[in-house]
């Protein structure tokens, strides 16, 4: 091999293990850092032998319970020993390989159930939570009913749970994709889907008013525009990290405690410039397209497995997928941005795994509710979200050649963290 060759190789390694296995800088407190593998074993062992000859065996439920949670105890354990950190190290690489062990759980999960019978996985659910045979999807309340009735009390009431959820999800959506105009397309294309699928999902219809005013101005766009400026204040401040063993105040010692669950430095985000290529243009508008998908995989698989919105697997799978798509967007976005990176993070590629996983259980169990479904509309749908996907991105591309000119292109590779 030739040395050039070499060189490259090397350097295409270095950038893949940065958002791969990102390894620890500055450490202040070594014990939390360092191996305890010996010690990590001979508790998870007693652990283990403990609660298998004390428990209570009577109930056969319970007992299959136990021995879930048993494995994904020692899965967890194990993900920590020998899973990839990620291209985070805050609050600890442990973490990290938490998340990405508890990913790799559920596209198993989700494997498993793939290739089960649509009577099997009811039968599975009602196993986890027998309440769910008493709840049918149509037991829903009504939507866009009275839609010409438009008064300030009418308004104020659908400023419910959803609606922070709304305002929330968006801040932190922009907290990790960091770009105005890509934001505020996909939050606009969210509304066409709504639109588009309100025929298979009754959730779906809305008044024009609750669509347009407290959906994309109100929630989104307030969502929106707090992420960011805290993105700009993490941006533009000052990272100064003190070890907590050289800090004598209590207080001190608490604030460094805390301050060790924000990030160690914040990197700005440069998705587009002038100077990109087609393969990041068409990247960033296949990312758009998938953000799509994965939003509706949300909803279908509640409203095919019947499921209320409050229920916990609900809720469970949300905040799953929200810790595990942090490090994928970060990772897509080196593969994307950084020509020196050539294959995409670990965590990326589970995270696309599970969202194709999903999308065809919905399919594969939602046959009839499919069957209903009017393929104008999809087709429609798909072509819309394609051209504006393209058109978003080929205007965020005009914007930074004609509005940004100055902007040094080096701003294009990501910074390494300190």
């Not at 004390?54 to 194990?78: H, K, M, P, Y």
């Not at 939507?143 to 400023?159: E, F, G, K, Q, T």
């Not at 397209?289 to 279908?300: A, C, P, R, Y």
Request: proline residues 5%; glycine residues 4%.
């Amino acid at each position: 091999m030739e040395p050039g060759n070499s060189a490259v190789t090397d350097e295409s390694k270095d950038a893949f293990s940065y958002i791969n296995e990102r390894p620890v800088d500055d450490i202040s407190l070594e014990f939390f850092y360092k191996p305890h593998t010996i010690t990590l074993l001979a508790v998870s062992i007693a652990a283990v032998i403990y609660t298998a000859f004390v428990r209570d065996e009577t109930s056969t439920q319970d007992n299959l319970w136990a021995g879930i949670c048993c494995v994904i105890f020692f899965f967890l354990i194990i993900s920590v020993l020998t899973f990839p950190n990620g291209p985070f190290t805050r609050p600890h690489p442990a973490i990290w390989r938490i998340v990405f062990g508890m990913s790799v759980l559920y596209l198993l999960a989700l494997l498993f159930l793939l290739f089960q019978s649509h009577s099997t996985v009811y039968e599975i659910m009602y196993w986890i939570d027998p309440n769910l045979r008493n709840f049918h999807i149509d037991m829903d309340k009504e939507y866009a009913v009275n839609c010409s009735d438009i008064s300030l009390p009418r308004i104020w009431s659908h400023v419910d749970v959803f609606a922070w959820g709304h305002f929330f999800g968006w801040m932190f959506k922009a907290i990790l994709f960091r770009h105005t105009g890509l934001l505020w397309a996909i939050s606009i294309m969210w509304e066409i889907t709504e639109i588009a699928f309100a025929h298979l999902l009754p959730n779906f219809l809305e008044c024009w008013w609750d669509s347009v005013i407290l959906d994309v101005l109100v929630c989104n766009g307030l969502g929106i525009w707090v992420g960011l400026k805290i993105c700009k204040a993490l941006e533009m401040r000052e990272y100064k990290w003190v070890s907590i063993r050289d800090i004598s105040s209590t207080t001190g010692k608490i604030k460094r405690a805390i301050l060790q669950f924000t990030p160690v430095h914040w990197t700005p985000v440069r998705w587009l410039d002038p100077t990109c290529t087609y393969m990041r243009f068409f990247a960033l508008g296949q990312l758009v397209v998938f953000w799509q998908i994965s939003e509706l995989n949300t909803f279908f698989l509640k409203h095919i497995f019947e499921m209320p919105p409050s229920h916990p697997l609900v809720i469970a799978r949300l905040c799953l997928i929200g810790v595990i798509v942090a490090p994928s967007v970060r990772q897509y976005y080196t593969y994307v941005t950084d020509p020196r990176c050539k294959r995409v993070g670990t965590q990326c590629w589970v995270y696309g795994v599970i969202m194709v996983t999903e999308s065809m259980l919905c399919v594969k169990n939602g046959k009839e509710l499919f069957g209903q479904a009017q393929v104008c509309n999809v087709i429609v749908w798909l072509v819309i979200q394609i051209l504006v996907s393209i058109g978003c991105v080929y205007g965020v591309v005009l914007y930074h050649q004609y509005f940004e000119p100055n902007k040094e292109i080096a701003a294009d590779s990501p910074k390494k963290e300190k």
